[in-house]
């Protein structure tokens, strides 16, 4: 007697079958990046000008810590201040922002190059 035989192409359908499911399921439980940067910058804008406005706008938004988010793009997330490692954007050498702060997130990613420009602009703070 002869065992069972599978002809090749049904091999190769269960074959490529488990790969679409891996594929499936590596979406699923996050194998692959997402794109999650805008939703992080965001997420980070709208915590610190929360502070911000919670404080009335009253303080600069260098004294605004983000702790979760890479604001001055130097490769250290949360870093409280100082050029620790990497190159941060080159826009802090013009605004004074140094650090991951709101004022970093402002010039780094929304091109305001002053502390007023980044409240009134970027989190909607009153003259």
Not at 34 to 44: C, F, G, P, Y
Not at 89 to 110: E, F, H, K, R, V
Request: negative net charge.
């Amino acid at each position: 007697m002869k065992g069972i035989e599978l002809p090749i192409n049904a091999l190769i359908i269960i074959i490529l079958a488990l790969i679409v499911l891996l594929a499936i399921l590596g979406l699923f439980y996050g194998v692959w990046p997402s794109s999650t940067k805008s939703v992080n910058i965001e997420t980070a804008k709208n915590n610190a000008c929360q502070i911000l406005i919670s404080m009335r706008c009253l303080v600069g938004p260098e004294t605004i810590h983000i702790s979760d988010f890479d604001a001055d793009e130097d490769g250290v997330v949360g870093d409280p201040g100082g050029w620790t490692q990497g190159t941060p954007c080159p826009t802090l050498a013009t605004n004074g922002a140094i650090g991951d702060n709101l004022a970093s997130l402002c010039a780094c990613y929304y091109n305001t190059d002053n502390a007023q420009d980044c409240k009134t602009n970027v989190c909607g703070c009153s003259t």
